[in-house]
């Protein structure tokens, strides 16, 4: 379902239509359509390929809500989703932030520190 990119300080979930079809229990035509009339804009990037962020996602269940093509249900559903995706995010990034800078050891053990003989 949702990636990050292989940037290892973004943190950040990348959606496709697929995924946010699957959130909205839609087709990813139905996406689609709506995106050709204009009800949704979905952001390119720059492969050309549809990528939504978490907030993308919570705002395009906001539209469909109010255009009545899903249930209120079903939006507090993926609120709550979003809501918790963006938790992960913002851990990652501080997970990220803290042990920036320091070096691990092979397989990711700390390091031990060496003593210098003198």
Same mark, same amino acid.
């Given at each position: 379902?949702?990636?990050?990119?292989?940037?290892?300080?973004?943190?950040?979930?990348?959606?496709?239509? %697929? #995924?946010?079809? /699957?959130?909205?229990?839609?087709?990813?035509?139905? *996406? +689609?359509?709506?995106?050709?009339?204009? !009800?949704?804009?979905?952001?390119?990037?720059?492969?050309?390929?549809?990528?939504?962020? %978490? #907030?993308?996602? /919570?705002?395009?269940?906001?539209?469909?809500?109010? *255009? +009545?093509?899903?249930?209120?249900?079903? !939006?507090?559903?993926?609120?709550?989703?979003?809501?918790?995706?963006?938790?992960?995010?913002?851990?990652?990034?501080?997970?990220?932030?803290?042990?920036?800078?320091?070096?691990?050891?092979?397989?990711?053990?700390?390091?031990?520190?060496?003593?210098?003989?003198?």
């Amino acid at each position: 379902m949702a990636r990050t990119t292989t940037d290892p300080t973004n943190w950040k979930f990348a959606f496709t239509v %697929t #995924d946010l079809a /699957r959130f909205l229990g839609k087709s990813p035509v139905t *996406l +689609r359509h709506w995106e050709r009339n204009g !009800l949704v804009v979905f952001p390119r990037d720059s492969n050309g390929d549809r990528r939504l962020t %978490t #907030d993308e996602v /919570r705002r395009t269940a906001q539209i469909a809500y109010k *255009l +009545r093509r899903i249930s209120d249900a079903r !939006l507090h559903m993926v609120e709550a989703a979003v809501y918790l995706l963006e938790n992960i995010e913002a851990q990652n990034n501080a997970e990220d932030r803290s042990h920036r800078g320091t070096k691990l050891g092979q397989n990711g053990a700390s390091p031990t520190p060496t003593t210098s003989a003198t």
